[in-house]
């Protein structure tokens, strides 16, 4: 049987594969019926790649069933979540994830218990005072960066999913799951088309030490320079963040064609720290984000930036950790999740 593509959906409803995209990977801007039409009409075509099912008597969000689904546990068991940022805010890209990933694991018969490690945690290499591993069925980290307590935790004998981690610039890895949104692609398109418009003085801000999304994105941006054979100037390259932005870029004797920032929030820090030494965005500088926060649509100027489709990251989450747990003997997998670049006014384009 011919296998389904996202084209075919499209031209059977007689809309664009843009449209189709978007509802699969739950993207903003469809409406709600608009979307259901089109996850009904993948389902009809048996779709394999994501297959949903409208949950009609529920929340009305759709949700994926695997082509091959798993067998729910037989018992209910507890999942985890280390992280060393318990508040996270509403606008940080795993929250509307984590939303998802509890509501299917719900489904699944599990809990998701969140555990903040603290500095003294990290320290010592000690658990969270309320986990009792005894309790717990597998653990899921979230902005947990340090590399010995990672170690640590992948040494429990629990199956373990880091989302983000520790960076790999040594060149080692964790033995354990992992879990990425695609750092590369989208900065590499922005480097490029910057650099078709003849912007070639493009630095980048932020510590690409601090996880390895980061690193990516820098190494992203490095590498698109240097494979286009533009060399990277080193004083636009900035590895700090927040206040401490405002003296690297008093003492900068110009300012480049284009900042990339690590993420949105340096983006909008990197735009204050502008407008006090008088600069302004785009005219001054363009400026580039990574996340999709949504005060990066309603700012001024919007905030081009990378956006995460958080709801396909809890569902690959989901069966990262329900195979892990089935099969414990797996070889580990590093799996990265499509993110898509959004261009608005902070680029001019």
Known sequence: MKKVTIQDIADALGISRNTVSKAINNSDGLADATREKILQKAVEMGYKQFSYVASLSGSGIPRPVSADPLEPPAASGEIALFTTNLSMQSNHFAVPMLDRFKQELALLGYTLNMYKVDSENL????????????????????????????????????PVLFVDGPNKRSGDSLPADQLYMDSTTGITKLVNEMLRRGKRRIGFIGDYEHCQSFFERYTAFRSAMTLAGVPVDERFCLKVTGPDLDAPLAVLPELPDLFLC?????????????????????????????????????????????????????????????????????????????????CRDSTKC
């Open 262 to 342: 690590a993420n949105d929030f340096i983006a909008m820090d990197t735009m204050q720290s502008l407008r006090k030494l008088g600069k302004s965005v785009p005219g001054d500088v363009l400026l580039c984000g990574f996340d999709d926060a949504p005060e990066s649509r309603i700012m001024t100027p919007a905030l081009t930036t990378v956006h995460i489709h958080t709801q396909i990251m809890a569902f690959t989450a989901i069966h990262l950790l329900q195979t892990r747990m089935k099969e414990p003997s797996l070889d580990y997998r590093t799996v990265y999740t499509a993110t898509e670049l959004i």
């Open 123 to 158: 320290e010592r290499h000690t658990l969270p005072a309320a986990f009792d591993i005894d309790q717990a069925s597998a653990i899921m980290c979230i902005e947990v960066f340090d590399w010995a307590y990672s170690e640590m935790v992948c040494g429990l004998g629990l």
